[in-house]
């Protein structure tokens, strides 16, 4: 929970604009089944040549696989309203965990004392 994520994916579809969902999940065996970890959803539109598709999100929940309180099974990335008959094709799935650079911005004015180059 707290830590930025993000999600990349190469998609391909069968017909213009079809509509998928992507949407991280805990993965089960606990108590808290497979409620969504993160806070939101990618809902994307796939066209009949590969694209690429990136998006960030944060964490909402902590997952920690076989930990034996929870129980949980680890996190996952459900796929959803891929239509019937249309099937996708998906390639190069990642998801990184993102740290900001923390870096200031700082600027200083470079000037000649004289008209010489």
């Keep these: ?25 805990r993965g089960g065996g606990g ?15 796939v066209q009949p040549e590969w694209r690429r598709f990136s ?11 076989n930990d034996p309180q929870t129980k ?6 459900d796929v959803q309203q891929v239509q019937v008959g249309r099937p996708i094709d998906l390639r190069n799935l990642q998801l990184v965990q993102v740290r900001s650079a923390g870096t200031t911005l700082r600027t200083h004015l470079l000037a000649n004392s004289t008209p010489q180059t």
């Design 55 to 65: 998006g960030i999100f944060l964490a909402t929940k902590t997952v920690q696989a």
């Design 1 to 25: 929970a707290g830590s930025q994520y993000r999600f990349s994916v190469d998609l391909k579809g069968t017909i213009s604009n079809q509509k998928v969902i992507f949407i991280p999940r």
């Design 31 to 45: 108590s808290n089944l497979y409620e969504p970890v993160s806070d939101r959803t990618f809902e994307l539109f």
């Design 72 to 77: 949980d099974n680890g996190a996952r990335l």
